[in-house]
C-alpha cells in the first residue's frame, strides 16, 4: 500500500510569490490534515479536508488556504509569500477522524 | 479549545535507565491520545495510542484522566529510542483534527 506522497519535496520563493503544494492520501483515506513544522513553533494544525469539504481550520492567516478533490487528493495554497512561511509543510491522512495520522515526508518551503 | 503540553524540549538519558516523557492536554470532552515518533530523516510515525493499551517497542503510555495526563514511558531505553517524541490530542465532534504537543527530543546515551 502506498503511502502518503507530497511533493515537490522541496521548493525555494522568493517573498511576494504564491505557491501550490500537493499531497495525495493513502488509497481509501478521505481526511487529509495539513501542519506546519517550524523549530521555534513544533506542530501547527493549517486545516483538515474531509470529502472535499474543510472540516477544521487553525489559526493562520486567509493567505493560506487548501481545497480536496473528489480522489481526495489535496492541495494547499499559499499567497503573498513572507519569508516567517518559510518551514516544512505536512500533510496526514486519515480514514477518518479520531483514527490513526499517516504522514508524508513533507514539503519544505523555504521564501527568501 | 484543546492542548497538549509536553514540558520538556530536550530529554537525556543513559542506556539502560527508565525513561518518562511528560504530556498533560486540556479538553473538555473524552478525547483520543497518541504518541508519534520522528526519528533522524523519517517521517513522523505512530508509536502507540491509548485506546490500544498496546506496548510498542518497549513503550507504554497511561491516560490518567483525573490528571490529564499521557505519559510515555520505558523501563530501560535504547540508543535506538534517541528521536523526537510528540504527544497528540483528538477531539470529538467537530475538533476531531489531531493537535501536537512541542514535542521533546530524547537522546539515550551509550
Known amino acids: 500500500k502506498a503511502g502518503v506522497t507530497q511533493t515537490p519535496r522541496y521548493l525555494i520563493k522568493t517573498r511576494g510569490q504564491q505557491v501550490t503544494l500537493s499531497c495525495s492520501p493513502i488509497?481509501?483515506?478521505?481526511?487529509v490534515s495539513w501542519y506546519q513544522q517550524t523549530p521555534g513553533q513544533g506542530l501547527q494544525f493549517l486545516f483538515e479536508?474531509?470529502?472535499?469539504?474543510?472540516?477544521n481550520k487553525g489559526n493562520f492567516p486567509g493567505r493560506f488556504s487548501g481545497r480536496q478533490f473528489s480522489n481526495s487528493r489535496s492541495e494547499m495554497n499559499v499567497s503573498t509569500l513572507e519569508l516567517g512561511d518559510s518551514a516544512l509543510y505536512l500533510c496526514?491522512?486519515?480514514?477518518?477522524?479520531?483514527?490513526?495520522?499517516?504522514f508524508g515526508q513533507g514539503t519544505r518551503l523555504t521564501v527568501v | 479549545a484543546q492542548r497538549v503540553t509536553q514540558p520538556e524540549k530536550l530529554l537525556s538519558v543513559f542506556k539502560g535507565a527508565p525513561v518518562e516523557l511528560k504530556c498533560n492536554y486540556s479538553?473538555?470532552?473524552?478525547?483520543?491520545l497518541f504518541w508519534y515518533v520522528q526519528y533522524s530523516r523519517q517521517r513522523l510515525q505512530l508509536l502507540l495510542r491509548?485506546?490500544s493499551r498496546e506496548s510498542i517497542k518497549g513503550f507504554t503510555a497511561d491516560l490518567n484522566k483525573g490528571e490529564t495526563s499521557f505519559h510515555l514511558k520505558k523501563p530501560f531505553a535504547q540508543e535506538e529510542d534517541s528521536a523526537m517524541y510528540y504527544c497528540a490530542l483528538s477531539g470529538s465532534g467537530s475538533a476531531r483534527q489531531l493537535t501536537f504537543g512541542s514535542g521533546t527530543q530524547l537522546t539515550v546515551l551509550p
Open positions: 479536508y474531509f470529502s472535499e469539504t474543510q472540516r
Open positions: 496526514a491522512s486519515r480514514v477518518g477522524g479520531g483514527t490513526e495520522a499517516f
Open positions: 491509548h485506546i
Open positions: 479538553y473538555s470532552g473524552s478525547p483520543e
Open positions: 488509497s481509501g483515506h478521505r481526511s
